[in-house]
């Protein structure tokens, strides 16, 4: 990467025709450059007030914090692995990797809240100071801010991020999360784009969670096309970079379903983008990544009307296997249902059926998942003989094997959201790495069997590396959306893929610094049987490793000359630059 940046940075210096106005947003607190604290309260008053120094969610934890307070601690601590009351505090990301910086950073123990991490409390890799925006005024005048003072930005809703991208050290923030308006338009008329008018656009504004806009649009007995975990930004860095959930089979991604935006761009200009005006920009910002070509503020989307949602759940225990890799890889109940899995997929996507499926050493914990209007009838036969072949099987322990219905969507989420909360705390360490899969890979059986020995290898390798692992799959892909306009900006990939596959691993406690290295290393590296298999192919952007060496092609693919092109246009300072991000630099940045 260092030696990437380098050929990068002399391209720029020996064609210079950028460099006179890219001024490299560097100054960092303690340098010369730095605003006084003068000019943050100026600025702060040039927009009433609403200028903040990050404080740390845990700081009222920590004895030698002047934050230090007792009664406020306990209320952190009584909700600190929650997503939803954790997302409303600026100071933390979902995922402690993204506010902690090697020995630094100000966090609790999530399994035990009143064990602090950390010696003292520092604010680590997150912003030193956000705008809480409440209009696009705000924006304007910090992009105007962090210019003059040479400042780097950076965006962040909830902080509901794997890749840690909203959440840089050093930096103003723009914190998008009280834009949190609604609205239903049964009848939408686009802004001077008469192709784009059409009826059941929903608008969200740029702080929106998945929760709030399930509950809303469901009021007007409507779905939206966001994902499954409540507290997710579903307009930042989600649909931004494609966005998937459980209508992705049905309607395709949240990118694909974008009618129309409200941005502001790095001039400061507040504009109104859809297929007519800014067609370019419009379109980068369907699935070419958040946080790069301009803050978006409002998202304007299709939504249909709703449909019950159909499950089927199985959890099971493993009873004749250990849990070592050599258990592992030689574990005929995971290699069997795996490859069951694998054969039924691609009539499964046919028929849009989608959900998550977990592969553990020792559990199989699988939801397939039909948004259909029916009594269920149709999900049922899909998966009789699967739902057979798994009852038949004498290796397992089950917890769960059932078949249940949701009126709407909301109904389901009530549900989802609680088992999500304990299944997926915030306030832990994570690590992903992950690759979509091609359909053709489900043709044969020979490249099933190597898929499956693909996968199963990664179960094994992840739990080398750390405790906490497993293996999702997902087949959350736009099977009806082949895109063939080009409308989205989404990586190629998606159009062919039946399964993102996700190797998860987590940890409570910082690593030192060279079993991080080496567990990211080997974390990456996880997938490398499942690339061998899709050549030329891609990964979900918001849900890979950030260690990805091949990065422009693994998230963006044949897009991302024109996104750079875009990005070049839109924003040709960098102002906005982020990492692994289109027209990213490399390290120094
Ligand atoms: C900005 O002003 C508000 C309102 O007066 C105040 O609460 C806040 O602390 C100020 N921010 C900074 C960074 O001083
Ligand atoms: C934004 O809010 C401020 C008050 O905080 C107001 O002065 C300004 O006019 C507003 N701008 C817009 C575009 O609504
Ligand atoms: C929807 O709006 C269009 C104009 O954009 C108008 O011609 C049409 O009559 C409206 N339809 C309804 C059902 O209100
Ligand atoms: C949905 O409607 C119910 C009943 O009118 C109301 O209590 C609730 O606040 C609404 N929820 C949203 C998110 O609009
Ligand atoms: C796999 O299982 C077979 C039969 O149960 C056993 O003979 C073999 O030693 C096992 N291999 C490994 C690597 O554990
Ligand atoms: C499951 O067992 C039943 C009864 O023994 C048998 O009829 C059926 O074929 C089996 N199904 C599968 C999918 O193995
Ligand atoms: C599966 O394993 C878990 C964890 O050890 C245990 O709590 C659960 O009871 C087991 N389920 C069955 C059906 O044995
Ligand atoms: C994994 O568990 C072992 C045994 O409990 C422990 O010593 C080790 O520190 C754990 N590793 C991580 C990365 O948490």
Known sequence: ???????????????????????????????????????????????????????????????????????????????????????????????LNWETCRNSGCALLESDPTTTLYGSCS?????????????????????????????????KNTGHDY?????????????????????????????????????????????????????????HSMDITGGYEQSVGIVGGFAQGGGVGSFTTTYGLMADNAVEFEVVTADGEVRIINQCNDPDLFWAMRGGGGGTYAVLTKYRVQVYPSLPIHIFTFIANFTEAGTEPSDVLNNTALREILTAHANYQTQWSAQLITGQLEYFPEKVSLNLVLPYGDDGSKLKSATAAFSQFLGNRTDLAVDSHQYTSYPNYAAYLAVSAADAKVTEPSGIFSML?????????????????????????????????????????????????????????????????????????????????????????????????????????????????????????????????????????????????????????????
């Open 1 to 95: 990467m260092i030696f990437l940046a380098t050929i990068l940075f002399s391209f720029y210096f020996t064609f210079g025709a950028s460099i006179a106005t890219d001024p490299g947003y560097d100054c960092r607190p303690g340098q010369k450059c730095w605003p006084t604290s003068q000019e943050w309260s100026q600025f702060n008053a040039s927009i009433d007030g609403h200028l903040y120094e990050t404080i740390p969610i845990a700081a009222p934890c920590y004895k030698n914090s002047p934050y230090y307070d007792e009664t406020a601690c306990q209320l952190v601590q009584s909700y600190y692995g929650d997503s939803i009351p954790r997302g409303e505090h600026f100071g933390q990301t979902y995922w």
């Open 123 to 155: 604010i680590a890799r997150l912003a030193s100071y956000y705008v809480d925006v409440q209009n696009t005024s705000h924006i304007s005048a910090a992009l105007q801010f962090a210019k003059t003072h040479n400042i780097r930005i950076s965006i």
């Open 163 to 219: 890749y840690g991208r909203s959440s840089v050290p050093d930096t103003l923030a723009i914190w998008t999360h009280n834009l949190d308006t609604l609205k239903f338009n049964s009848n939408f008329t686009a802004n001077n784009c008469p192709a784009a008018n059409g009826q059941n656009v929903g608008e969200l504004g740029a702080g929106v969670t998945a929760g709030d806009a399930y509950r809303f649009f469901n009021n």
């Open 433 to 589: 790495s992950s690759r979509l899969i091609p359909r053709e890979v489900f043709a044969s059986p020979e490249s099933v069997s190597e898929l499956v020995k693909g996968v199963i290898q990664g179960i094994a390798g992840a739990r080398t590396l750390l405790n906490l692992t497993g293996v999702q799959i997902v087949p959350e892909t736009p099977v009806t959306n082949l895109d063939i306009g080009q409308a989205s900006s989404a990586h190629p990939a998606w159009r062919t893929a039946l399964w993102h596959v996700i190797q998860v691993g987590e940890w409570l406690e910082p690593l030192e610094d060279d079993v991080l290295q080496s567990t990211g290393e080997g974390f990456v590296k996880l997938v490398d049987p499942l690339k061998k298999l899709s050549p030329g192919g891609g990964a979900y952007l918001n849900e890979a490793h950030y260690l990805e060496p091949d990065w422009e092609q693994t998230y963006f693919g044949s897009f991302y000359d024109r996104l750079v092109a875009v990005k070049n246009k839109y924003d040709p300072t960098h102002i906005f630059d982020c990492y692994k991000c289109v027209g990213w630099r490399g390290d120094q940045e």
